[in-house]
C-alpha cells in the first residue's frame, strides 16, 4: 500500500502513536507527508536506549530550520557534539526548552547553544565534561527560567561566581547546581541577590556551603518553594528557623545526609508553618504537622527551657 493514498489525518495520529524509536525509522517515509512535519514541534528521546548518535543525526537533517521547540534526550548518553551542534544550529530561533544528558559533550556545544536566543529553558543532567569555558559561552541576552547544571565538578568557583554575577537570572524560576562541589558561600550570596523569582533550588552535596551562603538565600529568596539541600553537611540548621517569617511559601525542604542538623529544629520550624511546610530529616524520615503531636513536642520543650533556666539560677545561687 502507498502510504501517500491514505488521509494525512489518519497518518498524523498513527505517527503521533508511535515510539520514539519508531518514529526515526520511518522518519524518511514519513517527512514527505506535509502535516506530519509541521506538526512535529516537541522531540522527548529521554531514557531511548536503541537509537544512536548517527541516526539521531539524520532524523533532524530531514527537518526545516526552526521546526523544534521542546527536545528532550535526557538520560541518552552517547549523543554526541555533532548532533547537538546540529540540533541548536537548526532551530536557533524556535528551541525554548533543552534537556540533554551531557556525558558526551564538551564545553564546544555552548557555541551553539548561546545562540538559541529565545531559550527559557537548559537542563544538563551530567556536566562533569564541562568547565568554566561552558558557562562563560552562554550569552547575557538569554533571559533563562530554568537552569540544570549538575554533576559540575569542573567548575570553579571563580567560573560559576562569574556565571551567577554576569547573566540575566531577574526570570529564574528553578536552578539546580547540585554536585558543583567548587560552589561556595560567596556563590550562594550570588543566587540570593540576583535570583529574586526564585522557586526552585536544588544544591545537593555542594559541601564547600554552610550557614553563612544559605542565611542570605533564606532571607532574601522569599518566593521559594522547594529547596533541597542534601548532602550539605556543614549546615547546622539555625538558618532556618527564619524560614516561617522569610519564606512562606516555602512547601518542601529536603535535608537528608545533613548529619549537623538536630530534628528539634526543624519540628519547630514544621509547627511554626502550621502544616504549610514539609521537611524530610537526615534519616530520610518526613517532619509533617499535626496538632495533637506537635502540641505535646510545644509543651514538652517549654517545660524543657523552664527546667534549664531552675538550674541556671541553682547553679548561680
Known amino acids: 500500500m502507498n502510504l501517500t493514498s491514505l488521509?494525512?489525518?489518519?497518518?498524523?495520529?498513527?505517527?503521533?502513536?508511535?515510539?520514539?524509536?519508531?518514529?526515526?525509522?520511518?522518519?524518511?517515509?514519513?517527512?514527505?507527508?506535509?502535516?506530519?512535519?509541521?506538526?512535529?514541534?516537541?522531540?522527548?528521546?529521554?531514557?531511548?536506549?536503541?537509537?544512536?548518535?548517527?541516526?539521531?543525526?539524520?532524523?533532524?537533517?530531514?527537518?526545516?530550520?526552526?521546526?523544534?521547540?521542546?527536545?528532550?534526550?535526557?538520560?541518552?548518553?552517547?549523543?554526541?557534539?555533532?548532533?547537538?551542534?546540529l540540533l541548536t544550529?537548526?532551530?536557533?530561533?524556535?528551541?525554548?526548552?533543552?534537556?540533554?544528558?551531557?556525558?558526551?559533550?564538551?564545553?564546544?556545544v555552548f557555541d551553539w547553544i548561546a545562540?538559541?536566543?529565545?531559550?527559557?529553558?537548559?537542563?544538563?543532567?551530567?556536566?562533569?565534561?564541562?568547565?568554566?569555558?561552558?558557562?562563560?559561552?552562554?550569552?547575557?541576552?538569554?533571559?533563562?527560567?530554568?537552569?540544570?547544571?549538575?554533576?559540575?565538578?569542573n567548575f570553579t568557583n571563580e567560573g560559576l561566581s562569574i556565571f551567577l554575577s554576569t547573566l540575566d537570572f531577574s526570570q529564574l524560576q528553578d536552578l539546580n547546581l547540585s554536585e558543583c562541589s567548587n560552589l561556595s558561600n560567596g556563590g550562594a550570596f550570588l543566587i540570593a541577590t540576583n535570583c529574586p523569582n526564585l522557586k526552585n533550588l536544588s544544591l545537593c552535596w555542594c559541601w564547600e556551603i554552610d550557614e553563612t551562603g544559605i542565611i542570605p538565600i533564606v532571607t532574601t529568596c522569599n518566593k521559594m518553594e522547594t529547596m533541597d539541600l542534601t548532602g550539605m553537611h556543614q549546615l547546622t540548621g539555625e538558618c532556618f528557623l527564619l524560614i516561617p517569617e522569610t519564606m512562606p511559601n516555602l512547601r518542601h525542604l529536603k535535608l537528608e545526609m545533613c548529619n549537623n542538623i538536630q530534628d528539634d529544629i526543624l519540628n519547630m520550624i514544621v509547627i511554626?508553618?502550621?502544616?504549610?511546610?514539609?521537611?524530610?530529616?537526615?534519616?530520610?524520615?518526613?517532619?509533617?504537622?499535626?496538632?495533637?503531636?506537635?502540641?505535646?513536642?510545644?509543651?514538652?520543650?517549654?517545660?524543657l527551657s523552664e527546667l534549664n533556666s531552675v538550674g541556671a539560677e541553682i547553679s548561680d545561687d
Not at 89 to 108: H, P, R, V, W, Y
Not at 279 to 296: C, G, P, Q
Open 7 to 85: 488521509p494525512e489525518q489518519f497518518l498524523l495520529g498513527v505517527f503521533n502513536e508511535l515510539s520514539t524509536y519508531e518514529k526515526i525509522c520511518l522518519s524518511d517515509a514519513l517527512m514527505s507527508l506535509q502535516s506530519v512535519s509541521k506538526s512535529l514541534n516537541s522531540l522527548d528521546f529521554s531514557y531511548t536506549n536503541r537509537i544512536s548518535d548517527e541516526q539521531f543525526y539524520g532524523f533532524l537533517s530531514c527537518f526545516p530550520d526552526n521546526q523544534f521547540i521542546s527536545v528532550n534526550i535526557d538520560n541518552v548518553n552517547w549523543i554526541e557534539n555533532k548532533s547537538i551542534c
Open 89 to 108: 544550529e537548526k532551530n536557533s530561533m524556535s528551541l525554548q526548552f533543552l534537556n540533554i544528558d551531557g556525558e558526551s559533550n564538551t564545553d564546544a
Open 115 to 153: 545562540k538559541c536566543c529565545n531559550l527559557k529553558s537548559l537542563i544538563v543532567n551530567f556536566a562533569q565534561g564541562l568547565t568554566d569555558e561552558a558557562l562563560n559561552k552562554l550569552s547575557s541576552s538569554q533571559i533563562l527560567h530554568e537552569i540544570c547544571l549538575r554533576k559540575g565538578n
Open 272 to 303: 511554626r508553618m502550621k502544616g504549610k511546610l514539609e521537611v524530610i530529616n537526615y534519616y530520610f524520615e518526613t517532619i509533617v504537622y499535626d496538632d495533637i503531636s506537635n502540641a505535646d513536642y510545644l509543651e514538652t520543650m517549654f517545660m
